[in-house]
């Protein structure tokens, strides 16, 4: 899908971490920012939703297998900077009614229709609106 809209669409993600049913939560939002600010965000988080079980010796397993600089890591995990980051995405996510992860909005409109053909529908509905609005 990303393929077919590459000058159309930006991926943005947003951090919700279900603290109340998952005791990971925070840790593992808080890791993948931090390996995020050494430009790994993606390839840590994506290790992390492939895991089975999520625990803290995977939290710096992982970070070391993608060749993190562990005190840098470390360090940016417990700084205030990635809390306030992840207060804000939270913050945001209730200002936008998200109720529930993984929630998908194309410019602010939340999607209903999971699937590639919805997708691509909402990001044609949207082009078109902003092509009408030039």
Do not use: C
Not at 48 to 64: E, G, I, M, Q, V
């Amino acid at each position: 899908m990303f393929e077919n809209n590459k000058e159309n669409v930006k991926l943005v993600f947003k951090n919700m971490p279900l603290y109340k049913i998952h005791k990971m939560a925070d840790a593992s939002h808080r890791a993948a920012m931090a390996a995020g600010m050494q430009g790994k965000f993606w390839e840590y988080h994506d290790k992390l939703f492939a895991a089975k079980k999520l625990s803290n010796d995977l939290l710096d397993s992982t970070a070391k297998e993608l060749g993190l600089d562990l005190d840098k890591f470390k360090k940016d995990m417990n700084s205030n900077t990635v809390r306030q980051l992840i207060r804000k995405d939270l913050t945001d996510a209730q200002k936008a009614g998200v109720t529930g992860t993984p929630s998908v909005f194309i410019n602010g409109r939340a999607l209903t229709q999971r699937s590639v053909q919805g997708f691509q529908s909402l990001i044609d509905e949207e082009l078109a609106q902003s092509k009408e609005g030039k």
